[in-house]
């Protein structure tokens, strides 16, 4: 199978040196083991693999938030167009089921008139 010689592992950190994850680079191409001047290259790397990496997650971020507002602003202009009770009701449950991907959504309401 396959053998290990080397290993040269660095914590890739955020800006506030938060710790997010790890590069490993197993097996130096020459068969030399990793030295000194592999790490320091690798740390260099890591730099700016923690901020490309907080940066992608930041626009997820974003991008959830934007499509979380555009999903409740459709929703509330559905919902807002409706006047009776019983299709309002339907619609909210639709969307609902929509949005969290359930297979099955309903709406129950307490009867205080009875």
Do not use: H
């Not at 934007?66 to 019983?86: A, G, P, Q």
């Not at 619609?91 to 929509?98: D, L, V």
């Amino acid at each position: 199978g396959y053998q290990t010689r080397s290993i040269l592992c660095v914590p890739v950190r955020s800006l506030r040196e938060e710790v997010i994850g790890v590069i490993q680079m197993i097996n130096k191409a020459n068969e030399n083991p990793f030295g000194e001047e592999d790490e320091e290259l690798l740390q260099a790397f890591t730099v700016f693999s923690g901020i490309a990496v907080r940066n992608a997650m930041t626009f997820e971020s974003a991008v959830l938030a934007r499509r979380k507002t555009e999903m409740l602003l459709r929703v509330f202009e559905i919902l807002s167009s409706e006047l009776d009770l019983t299709n309002l009701l339907t619609i909210a449950s639709e969307e609902a089921r929509r949005i969290l991907g359930a297979e099955r959504g309903a709406v129950y309401m307490v009867d205080r008139v009875r």
